[in-house]
């Protein structure tokens, strides 16, 4: 700690007695190492950092490319890669570390790689392993191999999908026999919709997690309709009550959880799946005993967000 306040470099592996020599031959220098003075981050810095992220995730979230796009995407990468330098250098000033973080990182790095993946592949999202697509199917791999004894034998791999393919097919059929028992469109359209959105134990345990602000996931059935699924089957409707605020073109409003509960219509259609983001404060969720402004805004997973009259969802307008 002592070597730290003061910017001093060290052997991070050394022994206790070496931090000891260490610091007594800097105390007894001519001149004493003086503790750094603390460095502090604006809040308008961290503001905007994250409004850059948010523009460039929206921009890869796009589901067309043209030129004019990719030019968009590359200098919101750019910005983001920039407002996190100015995070980075701010909280270095003091240190030998000279060499910007994002530069360290790979992650960061491959953002630059975008643009070009972009225009030659085409929209991102369309290049997304997080399912059993991609580097994603290893899951089902490795699944098998736990189970299986493959080994190093001949023919291990052919055998291993063999399996694969059967455990898929099974699952398939298994699946379409469970639909078809019994009212088979509105069970198959409540099945899809809960691979792709949270569901609730009930009721009260819904209204518990909107009293925590904590984030929601929800069906959107269009006009301003939108609805939790409880683990019941059952759905609670939600309405928007009042706009409260904007913030980066995000409407936020204040929410009311209908009573009634209903069961879902083989008639309905979902447009989309929601998340219900809470309003922020400056030093976090906010709290509604200390007067702070509360409320929630929508986006889907279309990367559209609720209008200002809080029925549609709408395009976001990229700067």
Same mark, same amino acid.
């Given at each position: 700690?002592?070597l730290?306040? +003061? ?35 604006e ?6 950092? $994250? =409004? ?13 490319v043209?030129?004019v796009?990719? !030019? ?31 530069? #360290?990182? @790979? ?19 369309n ?13 089902l ?13 001949? =023919?291990w ?9 059967? %455990? ?16 088979? #469109?509105?069970? %198959? =359209?409540? $099945?899809?919709?809960r ?27 269009? !006009? ?5 699924? $409880? ?7 939600? +309405? ?13 409003? %204040?929410?009311? /959880? ?17 998340? $219900?983001?809470?309003? /922020?404060? !400056?030093?976090g ?22 209008? +200002? ?8 307008? @990229? %700067?």
């Amino acid at each position: 700690g002592w070597l730290r306040a +003061r910017g001093l470099t060290y052997n991070s592996r050394d022994n206790a007695q070496a931090f000891k020599d260490l610091v007594k031959k800097h105390m007894e220098a001519v001149s004493v190492p003086q503790i750094l003075p603390e460095t502090s981050v604006e809040a308008t810095n961290v503001q905007q950092f $994250l =409004n850059s992220g948010y523009r460039m995730a929206s921009l890869v979230m796009s589901r067309s490319v043209d030129r004019v796009y990719i !030019k968009k995407l590359e200098w919101a990468i750019r910005e983001f890669l920039t407002r996190f330098h100015d995070l980075d250098a701010t909280i270095k000033i003091g240190t030998e570390d000279t060499v910007p973080a994002w530069v #360290k990182q @790979y992650n960061y790095l491959c953002l630059l790689n975008l643009p070009k993946m972009s225009e030659e592949y085409g929209p991102l999202r369309n290049l997304w392993e997080g399912g059993f697509v991609g580097e994603g199917y290893l899951r089902l791999v490795k699944k098998q191999l736990n189970v299986g004894s493959y080994g190093m034998r001949k =023919n291990w791999e052919v055998n291993l999908h063999n399996a694969i393919l059967k %455990e898929k097919t099974l699952s398939w059929i298994e699946h379409k026999n469970q639909v078809f028992a019994s009212s088979k #469109k509105m069970r %198959e =359209n409540l $099945l899809d919709d809960r691979k792709n959105t949270h569901t609730y134990k009930s009721r009260e345990a819904l209204e518990n997690e909107m009293k925590l602000k904590n984030v929601l996931s929800c069906l959107n059935y269009g !006009k301003g309709n939108f609805c939790f699924i $409880l683990s019941s089957g059952r759905l609670a409707s939600l +309405r928007c009550v009042c706009h409260v605020a904007t913030v980066n073109q995000l409407q936020y409003f %204040e929410l009311e /959880l209908l009573e009634q509960l209903h069961e879902p219509n083989s008639e309905d259609v979902v447009e989309s799946h929601c998340l $219900l983001l809470p309003l /922020l404060t !400056k030093t976090g969720l906010p709290n509604a005993e200390a007067g702070d402004m509360t409320g929630y805004t929508i986006i889907d997973s279309e990367w559209k967000i609720i209008d +200002r009259a809080g029925i549609h969802m709408i395009e976001m307008l @990229y %700067e």
